[in-house]
Every structure is written in structure tokens, then in C-alpha cells.
């Protein structure tokens, strides 16, 4: 079974654009749940999706968006970028809601850099 | 150690030895716990996992241990190896989400 796939792995992007995340979940899960990894906040909850609707939200600003497919394949949109936005973020699946499941299974996340 | 979220607490221990890794989780109310091993240059993999109704789960060579008066969860790995080396999470799930720990990143001596 194929895990967690995030495209593209490494991006680099100039303050004020807009950039485009996309995350495959394992085949079966409805569930996908976006976090920003720094290295000075660690992991933080940005949002997740189930059955193609928004289920919980962080504390980001609205330039951070997301959206869920009926395939359960989900995508995130950061506009107006930040040098703050340079960030590693992950994606990951599961079956069921987030917050009523076991295992989270991430995917090797989108490496954006904000120059 | 504990987390002022500029930079990761840091935990070196001699290959053989066994580890301990602390995590404080912040909600009372949460009902699950699972600790996740991220590698470099990888995402966060699951190592095990404990509901609130227990304060003790073991696996193959890891324990967590899990103490709700103060709020604390403890990943215990045993007989530490270099493949072990790697930053650790606890997450606790929350009604609402999971929320991770700043995470502790581990160094194994060879």
C-alpha cells in the first residue's frame, strides 16, 4: 500500500507569491490533517479535512487555506507569502477523524523556503 | 527536558543504554497519547500509543508510561541503538485536534 505523498518536496518562493501544496493520503483514508514545522514552533495544527469539509482550524492567519477532494486528496494554499512561511509542512492521513483514530501516517512534507 | 520553544531539548545516551524521554501534555481532558519518531529529512512515524485508562503500554523495546494527576508521559526506550537517534513527539488528542509536544531530539553515542 502506498503511504502518504506530498508534492512538491522542495520549493522556493519569493515574499508576496502564492504557493499550491498537494498531499495523496493512503488509499481508504478520508481523513488529511496539514501542520507547519518549524524550528522555533515545532509542530503546529493547521487544519484538517474529512469527507471533503474543513473539521478544526489552528491559530494561522486566512492566507493559510486548504481544501479536500472527493478522491480524499487534499491541497493547501498559502498566499501573499511571509519570510516567516519558510517552513516544513506535512500532511498526514487517517481513516478516520484525527482526533478519533490511532495512527497519523505523514508524509515527507513540502520543504518551502520564502526568499 | 523542557521546551522554551527556541531550540530542542536534547538527550545524548551511550549505544546499550537505556533512554528516557519526558513529555508534559497540556489538556486535561485529552484521552490519547501516542509518541511519533521523526528521522531527518522524513515526517513523524508512530511508536506507540496509550489511551487514559492505562498507565502503562509496552512494545518491542519501548514503554510509555503515562501519569494524568501531573500530566506527564514518559517514552522509555531500552537498550538504545543508532538507529534510534531521531527527534521524539508525544501527541496527546484533544476533542478537537492533536496536538504535538516541542519534541525532544535524541543523540545515540556509539
Known amino acids: 500500500k502506498a503511504g502518504v505523498t506530498q508534492t512538491p518536496r522542495y520549493l522556493i518562493k519569493t515574499r508576496g507569491q502564492q504557493v499550491t501544496l498537494s498531499c495523496s493520503p493512503i488509499?481508504?483514508?478520508?481523513?488529511v490533517s496539514w501542520y507547519q514545522q518549524t524550528p522555533g514552533q515545532g509542530l503546529q495544527f493547521l487544519f484538517e479535512?474529512?469527507?471533503?469539509?474543513?473539521?478544526n482550524k489552528g491559530n494561522f492567519p486566512g492566507r493559510f487555506s486548504g481544501r479536500q477532494f472527493s478522491n480524499s486528496r487534499s491541497e493547501m494554499n498559502v498566499s501573499t507569502l511571509e519570510l516567516g512561511d519558510s517552513a516544513l509542512y506535512l500532511c498526514?492521513?487517517?481513516?478516520?477523524?484525527?482526533?478519533?483514530?490511532?495512527?497519523?501516517?505523514f508524509g515527507e512534507g513540502s520543504r518551502l523556503t520564502v526568499l | 527536558g523542557e521546551s522554551v520553544g527556541l531550540h530542542l531539548p536534547t538527550l545524548s545516551v551511550q549505544e546499550g543504554d537505556n533512554s528516557i524521554i519526558n513529555c508534559a501534555y497540556s489538556?486535561?481532558?485529552?484521552?490519547?497519547f501516542i509518541w511519533y519518531k521523526q528521522e531527518s529529512g522524513k515526517g513523524p512515524q508512530f511508536i506507540i500509543d496509550?489511551?487514559?485508562?492505562?498507565d502503562k503500554r509496552q512494545g518491542q523495546r519501548v514503554t510509555v508510561l503515562l501519569n494524568k494527576t501531573v500530566k506527564h508521559l514518559s517514552l522509555q526506550i531500552a537498550a538504545t541503538q543508532p538507529g534510534d537517534s531521531a527527534v521524539y513527539f508525544c501527541?496527546?488528542?484533544?476533542?478537537?485536534?492533536?496536538?504535538f509536544g516541542p519534541g525532544t531530539s535524541l543523540s545515540v553515542i556509539p
Open positions: 498526514a492521513s487517517s481513516l478516520s477523524r484525527a482526533t478519533n483514530t490511532g495512527e497519523l501516517f
Open positions: 488509499s481508504g483514508h478520508r481523513s
Open positions: 479535512y474529512f469527507s471533503e469539509t474543513q473539521r
Open positions: 489538556n486535561s481532558a485529552s484521552d490519547y
Open positions: 496509550i489511551r487514559s485508562n492505562m
Open positions: 501527541a496527546e488528542n484533544t476533542r478537537d485536534k492533536v496536538i
